[in-house]
């Protein structure tokens, strides 16, 4: 089984400070995608990642795909209230099967 | 709007009884998958189907079921409900067999009472 371990589960942080959760695995992924998701929606998708190494910016939120293509980390600089939500990563996985993390419930308090 | 329809958004029923959770992927999408999440969970795949066949499978119990229609269109069937199946249930689209960018619905809110 091919599994996605989150962490931290849960962070609470301050208006303006920055962040890093991390998506790992001990298994090979040929893309890993960051989602983020609201209370009572549906995940949206973030940004996918697909080579090793890869470095993508979207704004204050940078995503990196590790060298082995087994993990993946998203930072977030001066964070806003905005960004708060559960944010998942997700990687396709044998059989074309896509699975997600646990996800990561970030709270950014004004 | 992801362009992924999903009906209803809220159902309520009891112990024992049957649903369908319908799905419209976004157009043209071949793949369809459903996700179940649970209160503070993450989301658990259930199954993946891909222009009309089944193509994986995740921890989908016996008493779920699922096709996918000839106009792509998708239901998941829920039977034997019990309590623990209370939960949202998601699908997701994808334009072609690989799970790489997939495009969410709203979700249906299942109630078990």
């Known amino acids: 089984t091919q599994l996605l371990e989150q962490s931290p589960q849960f962070l609470s942080i301050q208006e303006g400070e920055n962040l890093t959760v991390y998506c790992n695995s001990s298994s090979v992924f040929s893309s890993l995608q960051w989602y983020r998701q609201e209370p009572g929606e549906g995940p949206v998708l973030l940004v996918t990642v697909v080579t090793g190494g890869e470095v993508k910016k979207l704004k204050r939120l940078t995503f990196q795909f590790g060298d082995a293509r087994k993990d993946s980390s998203l930072h977030i600089t001066a964070a806003q209230p905005g960004d708060t939500g559960l944010y998942l990563c997700a990687g396709e996985a044998r059989a074309q099967k896509l699975v997600f993390g646990q996800g990561t419930r970030l709270t950014i308090n004004p | 709007d992801s362009g992924v329809t999903q009906t209803p958004k809220h159902l309520i029923t009891a112990t024992g009884q049957r649903v369908t959770l319908r799905c419209s992927p976004r157009?043209?999408?071949?793949?369809v998958y459903w996700y179940q999440q649970s209160l503070d969970q993450g989301l658990q795949f259930l199954i993946q189907y891909y222009n009309g066949e089944e193509r994986a499978k995740g921890n989908i119990l016996e008493r779920f079921s699922a096709q996918q229609f000839p106009d792509l269109h998708s239901e998941l069937n829920l039977s034997s409900l019990e309590l623990g199946d209370s939960a949202l249930y998601f699908c997701a689209s994808t334009r072609g067999i690989h799970g790489t960018e997939a495009f969410f619905g709203q979700g249906t809110r299942l109630t078990v009472v």
């Open positions: 157009s043209g999408d071949l793949s």
